[in-house]
């Protein structure tokens, strides 16, 4: 007798125990198989597992599961990314070592993970912050090193002069830095960097072949990569001037005869060499300065200029002299760090001409508009006929780029140019929590790698985080070792790199895990390109890229013979709650003003309450402490900060994990966003224990008679399940899984019933494992589920062998009949004029005539 419920406390962990001690989720298990390797972006260790890990993990084990199920060899781990400055910072804030803080984080999140009983190989976890690990990050350093893919060089950065560290851009929050609050300067200092911008063309063309990768993300990264092709030339000073021409980069030589100033970037050299003798000019450039690095911020702030009184020569007019200003939204990083200003057709330029009242003269014809005065401050930068432009009027903007172009390198004044966005990955950071990069300052020999059979260095234990600045710096001992070339006393380099580095190469890592190589070349071979890859679109710039870039970098110095590391990529949506604004809480307040921080007012007490504080009663909700009534705000992405997450444990203990499981995949298509509700896992949890009921109900006495249409429509599940997993439409293969268990509810005992049950626990087994391991041993199959092939449907029970007969009379559709496929003419005409409704309307008269198209209809005309 089986129980009545299904238990899952005490099933999910039966099973995974099992699991573990057969090592069914093994990689190495069937080396003859062909190979699928099954990757979730592997997560940072925060603390705990939120709602989205738990979206994310689980997509990605349906497919491995899955996988094994059709016969493959799978490859699916997990591992930590496990570097980076939240370590530090709960240091700072609690006085505890990052490895400790991290290392319990990743402990805690790990068991969190085995309760969802993931098909994960264990065995190749890894953490980023491990020697093991890091130590052959630093050999591929050196190895890209040695192949001229790493520089040093002098740049400018976000310079924190609280924190005393650089800042990323996305780091700087209105000019001062997220964390200390503090005014940011751009500073000048010397930085590691990846050569990316070598890999720009291949990188770019690559995306082409991503065929596995959404169009969005392939857009983001074109768009990164940014690849402008335009005219570099020079505007000379007038006759007489010492000055040195200057040289600009545009994309729009066709707009030339519209230019209406030039202007260089605060770091030109011009504007550097002018302000030594005009101090207005140097506060100008100062001022520039202490804003933020990020083209964002550039973009949207306010439009700021000097008028360096100087003016240079329009390069197809001599006696035509354009002022020459300093700008605040030239960078001197891009192009040539100098345009010339065409504010008709440049929004930014048209922003800056009206605040400083330089002419607009219109080129490119906004339909009927042709007029050289151009009005209104919105620059028209669509395509059009040039106008007012000399021999370029009446041409198209593309011809008339290529006209001057061609006209410049006729004449010799300027060339055509490829200019690229994407620039070189500055990996150096002044941080404990990364991995040291492996070289030797040594007054006499300069730079020296460490030699291999040094490596790792490792980080010092013995760190202090109580004043600012980079622990490895300051700590006493450390970075004093002699050099290895001459044996000199010199300095390890404290910079660590950017944990973005750390994300780029484990995937090859997770392919085999020997001690003295990052990886085997052939075990790489084996399972790259990763068949499917899951993550969020938040990655679908940096990460996603620096992991191709490495890829590639690794396949020119010809360590592996994979290029693109993620043949499929799926980016899934996220999970959102409603929230609640807490009715107890109240902004602060001064005289009636409230106190605001950044603009956001300050409250007594969280203005927010969690979903496990609220109560919800005849449709309102109510406050748990005060019994207030609750206003319900926006349902949004699961956060801390609006305390609207809900936690994987607590739900895990209450429904199970294949409850929650289910609800991670039903619904919503992956890719959009799932709305959590109380009401949904309830609803996971009743089908999870209706699956149960059906499976262990009684079963036939076998050999009855067979119930055809219950095969077709077992089979017809097989099909779509297998169809819909492989287009990761889970939502849809739920939706199927839910309709041949109403009609099994239904079904009478029946081998066929039998045979259809089967078929749903084992088309189940990949979303639903424990219970799928659960009825399979009560069944008393040999073996777990977890190895058992996949049901493949019979192509003769997939045959649609009936069709609907639309029955018209006069044209006008009367009723449906449904009849065998391909029945005939005679066949079809004799049972329409037999129909109740069709005799009614005959009313003993005989048709005039009976159009009949076999399969499709009849018209009866009278
Ligand atoms: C004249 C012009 C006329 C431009 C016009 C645009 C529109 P993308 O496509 O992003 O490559 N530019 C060039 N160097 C710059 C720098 N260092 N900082 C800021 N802006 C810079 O953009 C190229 C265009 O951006 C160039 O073409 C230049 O302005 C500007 F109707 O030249 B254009
Ligand atoms: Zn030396």
Known sequence: MTDQRFNPLAADRRWQDAWASTDSFRADRHPDRPAAYVLEMFPYPSGRIHMGHVRNYTMGDVIARYKAMTGHAVLHPMGWDAFGMPAENAAMENN?????????????????????????????ELATCDPEYYGHEQALFLDLMAAGLVTRKESYVNWDPVDMTVLANEQVIDGRGWRSGAVIERRKLSQWFLKITDFAEELLDGLSDLSGWPDKVKLMQENWIGKSQGLEFRFAFPAGSAMEDVAVFTTRPDTLFGASFVAVAPDHPLAESLSANAPELASFIARCRASGTAQAELDTAEKLGFDTGLSVEHPLDPNWHLPVWV????????????????????????????????????????????????????????????????????MSVDAAKAAIIAKAEAEGWGTSKTTWRLRDWGVSRQRYWGTPIPVVHCDSCGIV?????????????????DFPGNPLDRHPSWKHVPCPQCGEPARRETDTLDTFVNSSWYFLRFASQPSDAPFKRDEVARWLPVSQYIGGVEHA???????????????KIGLIDVKEPFANLFTQGMVTHETYKNPDSSPITINGDPITINGDPIFIGSPWLSPDEVDHRDGKV????????????????????????????????????????????SDSPPERDLLWSESGIEGCWRFVQRLWRIATAPRSARGGARDLALDKAAHKTIAGVTADIDALAFNKAVAKIY???????????????????????????????????EIWGTWGETGLIADAPWPVADPALLVEDEVTIAIQVMGKLRCTITVAKGMDKAALEALALANDTVQRLLNGASPKRVVVVPDRLVNIVL
């Open 541 to 555: 710039i940096l990460h996603l890229l620096y992991a191709r870039f490495w890829t590639r970098a690794l396949a």
């Open 739 to 773: 309709s041949l268990a109403n009609i099994l509810e239904k079904a009478a005992p029946s081998a066929s019933r039998d045979d259809a049950t089967r078929i749903m626990v084992l088309l189940v087994a990949p979303m639903l494992p424990h219970l799928a391991e």
């Open 622 to 665: 109510f406050s748990k402490v005060s019994d207030a009534e609750v206003e319900v705000g926006r349902i949004e992405k699961m956060s801390k900060s609006k305390k609207n997450v809900v936690d994987p444990d607590a739900i895990i203990d209450q429904y199970g994990a294949d409850a929650v499981r289910w609800f991670m995949l």
């Open 449 to 465: 790698p460490v030699p291999k059979d040094q490596l790792p260095v490792v980080l010092p234990e013995d760190v202090t985080f």
């Open 96 to 124: 505890v070592h990052p490895g400790d803080w991290t290392r319990q984080n990743i402990a805690a999140m790990r068991a969190q993970l085995k309760r969802l009983g993931l098909a994960i190989d264990w065995s190749r």
């Open 327 to 394: 700008v605040n939204y030239v960078l001197m990083d891009y192009g040539t760090g100098a345009i010339f200003g065409c504010p008709a057709h440049d929004q930014r330029d048209l922003d800056f001409a009206r605040k400083y009242a330089l002419p607009v003269i219109r080129v490119v014809a906004d339909g009927e508009a042709s007029d050289a005065h151009f009005t209104g401050d919105t620059a028209y930068v669509g395509p059009g006929a040039i106008v007012n432009s000399h021999f370029l009027n009446g």
